[in-house]
Each structure stands twice: as C-alpha cells, then as structure tokens.
DNA sequence: TAGGATTTTTACGGCCCTGTAAAAAATTCC
DNA sequence: GGAATTTTTTACAGGGCCGTAAAAATCCTA
C-alpha cells in the first residue's frame, strides 16, 4: 500500500477518534511511524488531507444517488434505495462518512470548502427532485414542500455520525429498515388511527399562534 | 445588561457566525470591543463559555420534553408538542441550538464534556420513552425499535443547526408540520397505496442481503 | 471627594503548531 | 555497484493563542 494511501487511511482514523480540529499533522505523522514534516511531501495541508478523503466519498454517493433517480423503479422503491445508498457509507470499513459530517467549517480554504459544499448542494437537490417526482405521480403525498423533506431525512441519516457505532450499534440493515418505515409511512399505527375519532390527512395544527382556521 | 451576559451573547453569535473551533478569546474580545484578557475576568476558559452558553439550553430542552411526557395528552399528540419543542429553540432570537449542534468534541474539559453528555443522554432517553409508550399504548407501531426512532427523530431536527437560516428557510411551524407528518404518517400517499398491489406493513426486504425470506 | 471595590489594561512567558529549505538516507534503475 | 530518483529527516523561523500577575483606570458609596 503506498504510502500516500496509508497516510489517508491512518489520518481518516484520526481523524475520527478525535474530531478533525483537534487533530495536529504531527498526530497523523505519528499515527503512520513517520516524522511531522514526511507528511509535507504527500499532502501541502491538513485541509489538503481532509478534503482528500471527504470529495472522493461525497462525489460517490451523488453519483450513486443519480443512478437511483435514473432507475424505473417506482417512487416509494427508490426512496428506500436512496436511504440505503446513503446509509451503506456508514459501513464498519468507511470512516469516511463520520469525518466528513461530524464537524463543519473545518476547510480554511475557501475555494476547496465551495467545492465541497458544491457537491452537497448537488446531493440535496438531487434528493428534493426524487421527492418532487414522487410526489407528481402521485405516489407520495402532496403539498409538502420537497425541499424540507429531504432536509428532514438527511438529517435523520446524517446524524447517524453523531450516535452510530460500527461495533456496537445496530446494524445498518435493521436501522434501514426503521428509518424507511419512518419516513414512508410513518410510526402511527394506521390500525389503531382507524378505531379512533379519525385519522386526519394533516397534522394538528399549531397550538401557540393561529387564531383563525 | 450586565458585561457577563454581553459576553455570552456576542460569543454565541460569533460561534454561531464562523464555528466555535475557529474562534479565539480574542475573537470574543473583539465582539464585546475590549481586550482579550478581561474576558478571564468572567470566565476561565473559552470551554467555559461555551459551556455557559449550552447547559442551560439544553437542560431547558430536557425539562420541556419532560413536561410533555408527563402530560396526560394522547401519544400522537405528545409527538407533536414534542417535536414541536424541540424546533421552537431554532427560533430567530436563539441561536444556541446552533451553536450547540453544529459541531461535537468542542469540549476539552473532560469533566465539562460529561455532564453536557448526560444531559443530551437524558434527552435521548426520554425520547426513547415517548416512543416506547406510544407503542406500548398501541398507538405508534410495534415492532419499531424506540430507540432508533428517537436517534432518526432527533437527527431530523438536530440536523436544522446545518441549514436553517432564520432570516431566509421558511418558518419554523411550517417545518414542524412537515416533519410531523413525515413521522407519524409518512410521506406515501395512503390513497394511492391503496390502490396498488398491496401496501406492506414492512418495507421491502434488502435487495442485497437475506436469499431467505 | 476620598477610599475601597470592581473592572480593564499592560506586560510577559510559554506552548503548540505550521510550513520551507536543505541535507541525509533509502530506493530504484541501468 | 554506482548514479539518479524518491523519500525521510534535520534545522530553522514564525505566528497564534493561552493564561497569569500586577498595574491602571473606572465606578461606587459614604
């Protein structure tokens, strides 16, 4: 394995235990048995190495996003396939997908942090399209605005960095299964909802503001 | 308004403005418009600010959800109010949720990073209870694990701090009703379910995995 | 308005991290 | 096995931020 790749992997490790902002390049030169300034010959920075190993990561998951959207599954297959594509990164063997949500800011520069934030911007757009087309062929629900259901779900799974811990946790497939469940048909049991008063189409409204309707 | 407080309210915004990790004392000191070193007149540590700015925060978060629990109110709606509670803190004038959920790790104090997880422990814990109640009084469907419910719940929300911008996303309610609706009910039109194949309880199975079953 | 308490500033020492450049070591290739 | 290339180390200069302590300024209050 050469050694640039070493560095990455024992960087992204590091990266992981610690947080990214407080980890030192000489934490990573230690990591991989070498001197601090060995690292200079590989990398020109520590944003360098970071983004190294999030754009590769990121750019993938759009892509494969893309294809999911390009498929003829019907919307509600696509959805759990979206999920999945996203949820599939937080595999034992990738840290990357940790790292690269845990924290934010982390790119000083400027021009490599708009890259990045480029291809978020992508990935969430992409996702409101698949919402929107669920939507229009009438599979999914209309009137709500495509844009914050996709927030809502990346959040759902891009939280996971927060909590999820590759030995210990769940594994990926049952919290698939959950969080699909969530997000197309909800946690209330449509059996029960039936014996009561009646199921309403839209959420209670407000209690605080709304005097009127 | 007494300097104390003068502080921990530029500091927030400053945190908020360009991330905790990447703002100095000085920073700080800049924003209130004194010198650095009167800021340790009031506080000990940068960690001590920001600790000062979170708790109270977040034990408040803790304190409406048990508020809400405790309620004789009927599961579904304790979702709500629930969710409810936790997005009105992303209010316009409050920006320590964002400050508090943007980043992880910013603790170095390790005993301050503690007592901060058990609060945030607690937090998920009660969720988990909401969940499991609700499902316990054959309200939520059974079957769901309670505690992956609360992590997708709350990563919904918690994932806000990342893109909501007071001025410009829409308002809060409106955010609170989608997120509501996508919960309890889910995204899939039930109508058009219906008039499909069948509509599974249980999504799909994996396409990867399980050759039984 | 003088004396005491509070608040802010000046002065200073120290640590850690960054990044460049040149020398040394290791390797690869005839 | 010796020269050329690649890789690693040594040497060094600089900057940023931290936190303490003592002095100065400001604010009360009697």
Redesign the pocket.
């Known amino acids: 394995m050469s050694?640039r790749i070493q560095i990455l992997r024992r960087a992204t490790e590091v990266f992981e235990r610690q947080g990214v902002n407080r980890t030192?390049?000489?934490d990573i030169a230690n990591a991989v048995g070498?001197?601090?300034?060995?690292i200079?010959?590989y990398f020109?920075?520590?944003a360098d190495i970071l983004l190294k190993i999030i754009l590769p990561q990121s750019t993938s998951l759009v892509m494969g996003l893309g294809a999911i959207i390009n498929s003829n599954l019907p919307a509600e297959q696509k959805l759990e396939a979206a999920i999945r594509n996203h949820l599939d990164r937080f595999n034992p063997n990738y840290l990357e997908m940790t790292v690269a949500l845990r924290e934010d800011h982390f790119l000083e520069d400027e021009s490599k942090a708009a890259e990045l934030r480029g291809v978020w911007n992508e990935y969430t757009h992409l996702w409101t399209r698949l919402i929107e087309e669920g939507q229009e062929h009438g599979i999914f629900k209309p009137g709500l605005d495509a844009r914050m259901v996709a927030n809502g779900i990346l959040g759902m799974c891009n939280w996971m960095s927060r909590w999820y811990d590759p030995g210990k946790s769940i594994p990926i497939d049952k919290i698939l299964e959950i969080f699909f469940t969530m997000v197309a048909h909800g946690i209330v049991d449509p059996a029960a909802a039936a014996s009561r008063p009646a199921a309403p189409k839209k959420p209670a409204r407000a209690r605080k503001a709304a005097p009127k309707d």
Not at 34 to 38: L, S, T
Request: hydrophobic share 20%.
């Open positions: 050694r030192s390049i000489e070498i001197k601090r300034e060995a200079y010959y020109k920075s520590r």
